[in-house]
C-alpha cells in the first residue's frame, strides 16, 4: 500500500458509501409509495459500522470484504428485477441486460487489473522503469481500477433510474442513449418524436 492511512480510508470509504445508494435504490425501484427510513438507517448504520470497524483494524481485506457483499447485494436485486421485468417488456429487459454486463465487465475488468497491480506489483515497477515516460503510465494498473469502477459506478447508477422508469410504467417517455459508443444515459422522448 502506497497510500497513508488516512489517504487510504478516503479512497476507499467513499466506494462503500456510494454503493449504498445502489442498494437503495435496487430494494426501493418498485416501491411506489413510502419513505424508505428503515432502509435508509439500515444503510446509515452499514456505513458507520464498517467505517467504525475499518478504523479499528486498519485490514484492506476487511474494506474489500464489506465492499463485495454490497456490490452481490446489488448484482443479486438487479437480476431479480430482471426477471420479473423479462415477462412483461422484453425491450426494456434486453436494455437492462445490456447495462447490467456494461456495469459488471467494467467492475471485473478493473478488479481483474487491480489485483494484477497488487500482486505483481515490483514486477510492474520494474517495467515502468524500463519504458519511455509517455509509454510508462500504461502500466499504471490501479488507475484503470479507478476508471473502471468510476463508469460501473456510473452505468448502474443509470441502470437503477431505468429500472425505476420500467417499474413506474413510465419506461415508454424515454430511451436509453449511448455516448461515445459505452457511456449510457438516460433520454426523454420528446412528445413531437412520439407522435411520429
Not at 42 to 58: G, K
Not at 94 to 102: G, H, P, R, T, Y
Not at 149 to 166: E, F
Request: a positive charge.
Amino acid at each position: 500500500m502506497t497510500l497513508q492511512y488516512q489517504w487510504q480510508l478516503a479512497d476507499e470509504l467513499p466506494m462503500v458509501y456510494c454503493t449504498c445508494i445502489c442498494i437503495y435504490c435496487a430494494l426501493r425501484a418498485d416501491v411506489k409509495t413510502g419513505s424508505g427510513v428503515f432502509v435508509t438507517l439500515a444503510l446509515f448504520a452499514y456505513s458507520a459500522i464498517v467505517t467504525l470497524v475499518y478504523l479499528q483494524i486498519r485490514e484492506p481485506v476487511f474494506h474489500q470484504i464489506a465492499y463485495g457483499l454490497e456490490v452481490f447485494l446489488v448484482l443479486i436485486r438487479s437480476m431479480m428485477h430482471q426477471i420479473e421485468i423479462k415477462k412483461t417488456n422484453q425491450r426494456a429487459y434486453k436494455e437492462m441486460q445490456n447495462l447490467f454486463w456494461l456495469g459488471v465487465g467494467a467492475f471485473g475488468v478493473s478488479f481483474a487489473l487491480w489485483n494484477v497491480d497488487n500482486i505483481f506489483c515490483p514486477q510492474l515497477r520494474a517495467m515502468r522503469n524500463v519504458l519511455p515516460n509517455v509509454l510508462a503510465p500504461l502500466l499504471q494498473l490501479h488507475a484503470y481500477w479507478h476508471i473502471g469502477t468510476a463508469l460501473g459506478c456510473y452505468v448502474s447508477i443509470v441502470y437503477q433510474q431505468y429500472l425505476r422508469l420500467v417499474m413506474l410504467n413510465k419506461i415508454d417517455d424515454y430511451r436509453l442513449r449511448r455516448l461515445v459508443l459505452a457511456v449510457p444515459y438516460i433520454e426523454l422522448i420528446k412528445k413531437t418524436e412520439k407522435t411520429e
